[in-house]
């Protein structure tokens, strides 16, 4: 923001809660501290994404003007009875924190502290402010935080805050690098695992190729001799191999609108996390508060279509028939999936008064995103899917009769296959997983969005030859987790079968079959 001298700058209040768990926080003014004498406010802004994180910003009442400094002034007075003392105390053993804006740029502090027998209790009651501009900008906030009191009950507790203004080099657009930290995210073992992955990649795709290469080659060559015989010869033989199969490799599935709902839905993730690491890349998004869940969920109604054409066409070629439920099934399962868990994890952070809560308007919104907007641009592009790629085009024709299914081995059942081809994706994932959990549920700023881009590369890569070859804070950490992996399976699902499917359409075409 550009600000001229002795404008207003507003100290935001946001959260407070325990250091060892970020995502259990209160709002600042849940504690009793006190207000300053400042009542209005010039602005005032909050995104869907600041919502939808619990950012609900409530003004400091400090009288802060741009340029001009302030000595040591007190601003309000706490009436500390016992009750107040106890939440302080209370605070102060669980090693509170809070949190505080001035232009967008977070400040950190402690609530108090504890004596070494931990009989006694301290609060904080002067914040002392330095802040930094170059230009008209602001670039740097720093809080010191002094003034320490023993909370003693049925006392007057003054607090006071001063400014103090300072020319800064800093850059506006750097302004947010004292927040990050590359020795955390650049370390020699990220960079590992970058390699490691490239190198299981390779393996991979070399692997199979030569495998499958060399078996279809042999193949291809001994259905081309079963060409040139007459029809009594070939009779008297039998198909063998993968050419057995060619009526039934192209048969529905058994559930063919819940199948192609996840694989639409899979697809539609896919593109949400393309596109929103490519803008995360240009765009800097952890900037800005609530910034990068507000360009998912524009992104995510925005490729609606893709969810619809890709779900509508599939199930078109599996022969569906109702297909406006199959739309609805597949325009609402993740919506409602993310919905439910944040609506159960709601009640929750209501119970306990956490500041995670989300509003009734909130909610309001995102229902009203899923049904004029999710569920219309659904609906175009399941119309576009059915009229365009609707119709069956597989390369042979299905069996009006299924074939037996011999007995499997014990290794080859589904329950196994799917334990044993998850650790492969899962692997050339998981260093990054543990940098991308490690900024959500603790202090760091994830910002390496290109090394995100090369493990999504990655994981596509190896989710396909894998697939060709072969769910109080426990309550916030599964529901999150759960969202996530669902999320992830369900785009690799998607992947998988999209990959295999042009894998097996590719290699039964070049057969020619009576």
């Given at each position: ?489 369900i785009m690799c699902g998607a992947v998988g079968y999209v990959g295999t499917s042009a894998f097996v359409r590719k290699i039964y075409t070049n057969v020619k079959?009576?």
């Amino acid at each position: 923001m550009l600000y001229t001298d002795k404008e207003e700058v507003v100290l935001w209040m946001n959260t407070v809660g325990p250091y060892h768990n970020r995502q259990e926080t209160y709002k600042y003014f849940s504690l009793p501290f006190c207000v300053g004498t400042k009542k209005t406010i010039s602005h005032y802004h909050e995104t869907l994404g600041e919502a939808l994180q619990g950012v609900e910003l409530e003004f400091s009442g400090l009288d802060i003007k741009f340029k001009d400094e302030v000595m040591q002034t007190t601003y309000c007075e706490i009436e500390l009875d016992k009750a107040k003392r106890d939440a302080f105390v209370y605070a102060i053993k669980n090693h509170y924190w809070y949190q505080m804006y001035i232009d967008d740029l977070p400040i950190w502090g402690i609530v108090g502290e504890a004596d070494e027998n931990g009989e006694d209790h301290y609060l904080w009651t002067y914040k002392k402010l330095e802040i930094g501009f170059n230009g008209n900008r602001i670039v740097d906030v720093n809080l010191t935080s002094e003034g320490k009191v023993k909370l003693v009950p049925n006392t007057r507790i003054a607090m006071s805050y001063s400014v103090k203004w300072k020319k800064s080099d800093v850059k506006f657009e750097d302004r947010f690098d004292k927040y990050l930290d590359p020795s955390f995210f650049q370390h020699r073992i990220h960079w590992f695992s970058i390699f490691n992955s490239f190198m299981m990649v390779i393996f991979l795709v070399g692997l199979v190729s030569m495998i499958l290469m060399r078996t279809l080659r042999k193949d291809y060559a001994r259905y081309s001799k079963e060409e040139e015989m007459d029809d009594m010869d070939r009779d008297l033989g039998d198909e063998y191999g993968w050419k057995q199969v060619h009526g039934d490799v192209f048969r529905p599935s058994s559930h063919p609108m819940i199948f192609s709902s996840l694989i639409g839905s899979g697809c539609q993730i896919f593109s949400v996390s393309f596109i929103v690491i490519i803008v995360a890349m240009v765009e800097d998004l952890y900037t800005e508060r609530g910034s990068m869940l507000s360009t998912a969920i524009f992104v995510y109604a925005a490729t609606s279509p893709v969810n619809g054409y890709f779900g509508g066409s599939l199930y078109a070629k599996q022969g569906g028939r109702r297909w406006i439920k199959q739309m609805f099934i597949g325009a609402f399962l993740i919506p409602a999936m993310v919905c439910g868990t944040a609506f159960f994890i709601n009640f929750i952070a209501m119970y306990y008064h956490a500041s995670r809560a989300i509003p009734f308007g909130t909610m309001v919104a995102v229902c009203c995103i899923c049904l004029f907007v999710i569920l219309p641009l659904n609906l175009v592009g399941t119309i576009l899917g059915r009229n365009l790629s609707g119709q069956p085009n597989f390369p042979c024709r299905v069996n009006a009769v299924p074939r037996p299914i011999p007995e499997k081995k014990w290794f080859m059942e589904p329950a196994v296959i799917v334990c044993l081809g998850g650790i492969l994706p899962f692997g050339s994932i998981f260093i990054e997983m543990y940098f991308i959990f490690t900024s959500f549920w603790a202090y760091k700023i994830y910002y390496v969005y290109g090394f995100m881009m090369l493990v999504l590369v990655i994981l596509c890569i190896v989710t396909v030859c894998v697939t060709i070859v072969f769910k109080d804070r426990t309550s916030f950490y599964f529901g999150y987790m759960a969202v996530f992996s669902s999320s992830l399976g369900i785009m690799c699902g998607a992947v998988g079968y999209v990959g295999t499917s042009a894998f097996v359409r590719k290699i039964y075409t070049n057969v020619k079959i009576d």
